[in-house]
């Protein structure tokens, strides 16, 4: 079997993935979220897990045709998700929302080398049944991709 390749998209989330996993107190962070980074979906979380775990789920994206080139535009959610058991739970979620936006935005507005925008935060709503709330902050990532080669 031969190596396998990076995409843009494994490249932008490995990126997220890593800025996300330096939220720890040891490195000035309220929360040590960053131990658990899940990818995909809104977790559940278990008595073995966190109080707190950070998820990134991705939106559809919006395509614009270039020439040779695909231009897109990505969002996605970067989410605080928080035990509702957890002490305090709410205010637990908005140190760690703080936790992301800090890790997550940097000087240069960039994630990989792309452009990356802030779109709205909203309230992770408590399911019937589920565990877990909290926030999750909206961004935007804008690249292109050449026809046929992600």
């Known amino acids: 079997m ?7 998209l494994t490249s932008i ?6 800025r996300l996993e330096t939220i720890q107190q040891a490195d000035g962070f309220n929360t040590d979220a960053g131990s658990r980074v899940y990818m995909g979906a809104t ?3 278990g008595p073995d897990d966190p ?3 950070i998820a990134i789920v991705v939106g559809d994206d919006t395509p614009t045709f270039e020439s040779k080139k695909t231009g897109i535009q990505l969002p996605f959610e970067v989410q ?10 709410w205010m637990l979620a908005e140190m760690l929302a703080g936790d992301i936006k ?6 240069d507005r960039r ?4 452009p990356l925008k802030r779109l709205p935060t909203r309230t992770i709503p408590r399911e019937p049944g589920s565990n877990v709330t909290g926030k999750a902050i909206g961004y935007q990532v804008e690249y292109s991709e050449p026809w046929g080669h992600p």
């Open 43 to 45: 977790p559940e979380l």
């Open 80 to 89: 605080a998700v928080v035990k509702t058991t957890a002490d305090d739970a």
């Open 102 to 107: 800090k890790a997550m935005e940097t000087s």
């Open 13 to 18: 989330w490995n990126e997220a993935i890593a």
């Open 111 to 114: 994630l990989f080398t792309f």
């Open 2 to 8: 031969s190596e396998r390749t990076d995409t843009i």
């Open 51 to 53: 109080e707190a775990v």
